[in-house]
């Protein structure tokens, strides 16, 4: 929900609004957790997660809450940074509020002052404090975890750039929430790293992990069956064949036996990992039960004597004779096995490695952190020559990889759009930056810009949008303040195509994630591209209305796209959108200002998805979100047309690699009680696919198409029956056909692939045509 927070559309009624129903079921899913979960740490973070949504639900039935608002605290204004849990909803607190953490009562120690955040606050504004934040500006040896701790360090810097109305305007404006809310930056030992230094995990988070990780109880207890409870059997086995002859017992055979039986007792106290040796079935329990009778003078009973014959000539035929060549090599080869290094002690051994790191930043060498062990590290820590970090341990260490985004999505640290999405603000943080003159202003709005990022999304309706970070006002304060190249959108645009062809390149088959789709919306507003960028609608809150950028990024489409391929397979009037788009923006230039709405986009794509008689139903909206994604091709036309991406690996190289996600989701079909969710997503990378195809040149598309129905006969049975209608139609395009009102043809055996139905999908039948 919070991906989808961007875009809320407007209820038909004033009276709709945010159901507590949703946020009682996650207080008491959260409750249960807190209660029953086998892990400590997980019941603590759920009992943490139950008390916000106790403060939700209590400002709800309050009214200091309104949900669905973009001041959803009755007591803050937007500009403040709300808590916000799963859903967008809003907890009534604020981020930047709570008690005051450590480095705030060291200030106030410092300063002399009492630790209340007014004080500080006071006191940030007396010579002494500005001095310090002065000497914070000019290091850079800060970080903004919350914007609003960017606030009093602005306030320094506009004092020292001799603006004093606009600091005090400033100071007015945040003043009312000292006694609440930081307002000061945290110190650091070091500047923030650059764009070129990301990184998705700190080396303090690998080192927590690599911490964690203790003896594996199932390996350890192996261990310990093969360094002493193997040999100890193997002894008791020698024992007894030595007494199995036609003569008595050699001499000391019973002073052995004893001795063998008092050791058992002590290697049973201390070794308690392996517990098979306790099994009176097992037949090391039978050689010591039946050495147990011989040693007490008793005869052994004839069960327990066929059990015995039976429990040796088992081992024997399993182990060899003790101290035969095959049983040797059977013992070296369980001492080599058991003399292995424990994935816990080599972890261990990584963690010292990179104990002298900064925990809050990246790793950026792995490779020597995860490097065989060296002669002086076994000498001390035990640990043999060579020992090699196990996959689980590097993977650790590999995914704290501190390097330029491409790196890390080329070595797999980035393994989705959505985890892109995560890393991109920093990357967007330094290019919004670059519009500053002052150095220390583009450091301080950097952090501000990455700290803004980090806000969670609220849970919006009536076309609200989210707070900007234009309406911060220390943001504002020093919008003035801009280099003789602010205009200059180059680096913008630059940044726009390098992210763009980047997660089309890396992601061709995935929907661009909301997160993702609001940088590269900032990026175009910087760039002055005049590219909308729309968001993923979210269909059980939809109410069937679109924001007017949904039909320009559909006149993009249609310069790009009118009589490709994907128009044609979609049945798509490309120059009726572009005349809709056109009306649309005459009537706001007549109008002198905007519309809210499109309601012409909306009543289109109802149309297409025939559910314009229909009632409201997820279903019903998902059928009309997926229209409008298929006719703004969901921002793929808007990069390819104004961002003006060309993937290095060829369009044709990313509908391939787009055909082969389809097939891998629809693996996933067979057998799976909920299969629609894996639907969408196998019909969403099959627009993408249609999408990169119609970018192709002719020969270079009919190549790729041969190749995709060479691909989909070879592959297995289910998923090769599911194929067959959906390329069935996609040749019938190609090769100039269409498809009927119903998206089928040739009696049902050529169909058109879309991912949502209000009736039961044709990839769920039993059974297909043909």
Same mark, same amino acid.
């Given at each position: 929900?919070?991906?989808?927070?961007?875009?809320?559309?407007?209820?038909?009624?004033?009276?709709?609004?945010?159901?507590?129903?949703?946020?009682?079921?996650?207080?008491?899913?959260?409750?249960?957790?807190?209660?029953?979960?086998?892990?400590?740490?997980?019941?603590?973070?759920?009992?943490?997660?139950?008390?916000?949504?106790?403060?939700?639900?209590?400002?709800?039935?309050?009214?200091?809450?309104?949900?669905?608002?973009?001041?959803?605290?009755?007591?803050?204004?937007?500009?403040?940074?709300?808590?916000?849990?799963?859903?967008?909803?809003?907890?009534?607190?604020?981020?930047?509020?709570?008690?005051?953490?450590?480095?705030?009562?060291?200030?106030?120690?410092?300063?002399?002052?009492?630790?209340?955040?007014?004080?500080?606050?006071?006191?940030?504004?007396?010579?002494?404090?500005?001095?310090?934040?002065?000497?914070?500006?000019?290091?850079?040896?800060?970080?903004?975890?919350?914007?609003?701790?960017?606030?009093?360090?602005?306030?320094?810097?506009?004092?020292?750039?001799?603006?004093?109305?606009?600091?005090?305007?400033?100071?007015?404006?945040?003043?009312?929430?000292?006694?609440?809310?930081?307002?000061?930056?945290?110190?650091?030992?070091?500047?923030?790293?650059?764009?070129?230094?990301?990184?998705?995990?700190?080396?303090?988070?690998?080192?927590?992990?690599?911490?964690?990780?203790?003896?594996?109880?199932?390996?350890?207890?192996?261990?310990?069956?093969?360094?002493?409870?193997?040999?100890?059997?193997?002894?008791?086995?020698?024992?007894?064949?030595?007494?199995?002859?036609?003569?008595?017992?050699?001499?000391?055979?019973?002073?052995?036996?004893?001795?063998?039986?008092?050791?058992?007792?002590?290697?049973?106290?201390?070794?308690?990992?392996?517990?098979?040796?306790?099994?009176?079935?097992?037949?090391?329990?039978?050689?010591?039960?039946?050495?147990?009778?011989?040693?007490?003078?008793?005869?052994?009973?004839?069960?327990?004597?066929?059990?015995?014959?039976?429990?040796?000539?088992?081992?024997?035929?399993?182990?060899?004779?003790?101290?035969?060549?095959?049983?040797?090599?059977?013992?070296?080869?369980?001492?080599?096995?058991?003399?292995? %290094? /424990?994935?816990?002690? &080599? #972890?261990? !051994? *990584?963690?010292?490695?990179? =104990?002298?790191?900064?925990? $809050? +930043?990246?790793?950026?060498?792995?490779?020597?952190?995860?490097?065989?062990?060296?002669?002086?590290?076994?000498?001390?820590?035990?640990?043999?020559?060579?020992?090699?970090?196990?996959?689980?341990?590097?993977?650790?260490?590999?995914?704290?990889?501190?390097?330029?985004?491409?790196?890390?999505?080329?070595?797999?640290?980035? %393994? /989705?759009?959505?985890? &892109? #999405?995560? !890393? *991109?603000?920093?990357?967007? =943080?330094?290019?919004?930056? $670059? +519009?500053?003159?002052?150095?220390?202003?583009?450091?301080?709005?950097?952090?501000?810009?990455?700290?803004?990022?980090?806000?969670?999304?609220?849970?919006?309706?009536?076309?609200?949008?989210?707070?900007?970070?234009?309406?911060?006002?220390?943001?504002?304060?020093?919008?003035?303040?801009?280099?003789?190249?602010?205009?200059?959108?180059?680096?913008?645009?630059? #940044?726009?195509?390098?992210?763009?062809?980047? =997660?089309?390149?890396?992601?061709?088959?995935?929907?661009?994630?909301?997160?993702?789709?609001?940088?590269?919306?900032?990026?175009?507003?910087?760039?002055?591209?005049?590219?909308?960028?729309?968001?993923?609608?979210?269909?059980?809150?939809?109410?069937?209305?679109?924001?007017?950028?949904?039909?320009?990024?559909?006149?993009?489409?249609?310069?790009?796209?009118?009589?490709?391929?994907?128009?044609?397979?979609?049945?798509?009037?490309?120059?009726?959108?572009?005349?809709?788009?056109?009306?649309?923006?005459?009537?706001?230039?007549?109008?002198?200002?905007?519309?809210?709405?499109?309601?012409?986009?909306?009543?289109?794509?109802?149309?297409?998805?025939?559910?314009?008689?229909?009632?409201?139903?997820?279903?019903?909206?998902?059928?009309?979100?997926?229209?409008?994604?298929?006719?703004?091709?969901?921002?793929?036309?808007?990069?390819?047309?104004?961002?003006?991406?060309?993937?290095?690996?060829?369009?044709?190289?990313?509908?391939?690699?787009?055909?082969?996600?389809?097939?891998?989701?629809?693996?996933?079909?067979?057998?799976?009680?909920?299969?629609?969710?894996?639907?969408?997503?196998?019909?969403?990378?099959?627009?993408?696919?249609?999408?990169?195809?119609?970018?192709?040149?002719?020969?270079?598309?009919?190549?790729?198409?041969?190749?995709?129905?060479?691909?989909?006969?070879?592959?297995?049975?289910?998923?090769?029956?599911?194929?067959?209608?959906?390329?069935?139609?996609?040749?019938?395009?190609?090769?100039?056909?269409?498809?009927?009102?119903?998206?089928?043809?040739?009696?049902?055996?050529?169909?058109?692939?879309?991912?949502?139905?209000?009736?039961?999908?044709?990839?769920?039948?039993?059974?297909?045509?043909?």
């Amino acid at each position: 929900m919070n991906a989808h927070a961007d875009q809320q559309l407007p209820h038909p009624s004033p009276s709709v609004s945010a159901s507590p129903s949703y946020a009682a079921d996650r207080l008491a899913r959260a409750l249960r957790t807190s209660l029953t979960h086998e892990d400590a740490a997980t019941r603590e973070r759920a009992g943490a997660r139950a008390c916000q949504w106790r403060d939700v639900l209590s400002g709800m039935a309050g009214g200091t809450l309104s949900i669905g608002s973009r001041t959803p605290v009755a007591a803050l204004p937007a500009w403040v940074t709300p808590e916000v849990v799963t859903g967008g909803f809003a907890t009534g607190s604020a981020a930047a509020g709570g008690p005051l953490l450590p480095h705030e009562k060291e200030t106030a120690r410092r300063a002399g002052v009492p630790a209340t955040r007014s004080d500080l606050f006071a006191h940030h504004l007396t010579e002494d404090g500005l001095r310090d934040l002065w000497s914070l500006l000019d290091s850079g040896h800060y970080e903004v975890h919350a914007p609003e701790e960017a606030a009093l360090a602005t306030v320094a810097w506009l004092v020292r750039a001799g603006r004093f109305d606009s600091a005090a305007e400033l100071v007015a404006e945040i003043g009312p929430f000292a006694d609440r809310l930081r307002f000061a930056p945290r110190p650091a030992d070091r500047p923030a790293p650059g764009a070129d230094c990301m990184h998705r995990r700190t080396a303090g988070e690998a080192a927590a992990t690599l911490a964690r990780r203790g003896p594996h109880p199932q390996v350890e207890a192996q261990r310990e069956a093969l360094s002493v409870w193997r040999p100890f059997e193997d002894e008791l086995l020698a024992h007894r064949l030595a007494a199995a002859g036609p003569d008595a017992p050699p001499p000391g055979w019973r002073a052995e036996g004893a001795a063998l039986l008092s050791r058992y007792t002590a290697l049973a106290a201390t070794h308690t990992r392996c517990t098979k040796h306790r099994d009176p079935k097992s037949n090391a329990a039978i050689l010591r039960r039946a050495l147990r009778e011989e040693l007490a003078g008793r005869a052994l009973a004839p069960r327990l004597a066929g059990l015995l014959r039976v429990a040796v000539s088992s081992m024997v035929a399993k182990r060899g004779v003790p101290g035969s060549p095959g049983h040797a090599r059977l013992r070296r080869a369980r001492a080599e096995h058991a003399a292995l %290094p /424990s994935h816990h002690a &080599l #972890a261990a !051994l *990584v963690l010292r490695r990179i =104990a002298p790191l900064d925990g $809050e +930043r990246g790793i950026p060498d792995p490779e020597a952190a995860v490097a065989p062990v060296s002669e002086r590290e076994a000498a001390e820590t035990g640990l043999p020559v060579g020992a090699v970090v196990p996959p689980a341990v590097a993977a650790t260490v590999r995914g704290a990889l501190s390097a330029p985004l491409e790196v890390l999505v080329e070595r797999g640290v980035v %393994p /989705s759009a959505e985890v &892109l #999405a995560s !890393l *991109v603000p920093q990357l967007v =943080a330094t290019v919004t930056a $670059e +519009r500053y003159a002052d150095g220390p202003l583009r450091t301080l709005m950097a952090a501000t810009y990455r700290a803004f990022r980090r806000r969670r999304s609220l849970l919006l309706l009536d076309l609200q949008s989210q707070v900007r970070i234009g309406e911060l006002p220390w943001v504002r304060a020093v919008s003035g303040h801009l280099g003789d190249g602010a205009a200059d959108g180059e680096p913008a645009r630059e #940044a726009l195509r390098r992210l763009g062809e980047l =997660a089309v390149c890396a992601f061709p088959a995935t929907v661009l994630p909301n997160p993702l789709v609001r940088e590269l919306g900032e990026l175009a507003r910087r760039a002055e591209l005049g590219a909308p960028f729309v968001e993923e609608l979210a269909a059980d809150i939809f109410m069937g209305t679109f924001s007017p950028k949904f039909l320009v990024a559909a006149r993009i489409a249609a310069d790009l796209l009118e009589g490709s391929l994907y128009a044609r397979y979609y049945g798509i009037d490309y120059a009726a959108v572009r005349r809709m788009a056109i009306a649309q923006a005459t009537d706001g230039a007549l109008r002198g200002h905007p519309a809210r709405t499109a309601p012409e986009f909306a009543a289109l794509c109802a149309r297409r998805a025939g559910t314009a008689t229909q009632g409201w139903s997820t279903a019903a909206n998902g059928t009309v979100i997926e229209q409008a994604q298929i006719l703004t091709t969901h921002n793929l036309a808007t990069l390819a047309a104004r961002a003006r991406i060309a993937p290095p690996p060829g369009w044709a190289r990313l509908a391939r690699d787009c055909f082969e996600a389809v097939c891998r989701l629809l693996a996933r079909v067979e057998g799976n009680p909920r299969p629609m969710p894996t639907i969408k997503d196998a019909a969403y990378a099959w627009r993408q696919m249609l999408f990169h195809l119609s970018l192709c040149e002719a020969a270079e598309r009919e190549a790729a198409l041969a190749w995709m129905e060479a691909e989909g006969a070879r592959r297995s049975g289910h998923v090769r029956t599911l194929l067959a209608p959906a390329l069935a139609g996609l040749r019938l395009v190609a090769d100039g056909g269409s498809f009927g009102a119903d998206g089928t043809a040739d009696g049902g055996r050529a169909r058109r692939l879309l991912g949502w139905s209000t009736a039961r999908h044709w990839m769920r039948g039993s059974r297909l045509p043909g």
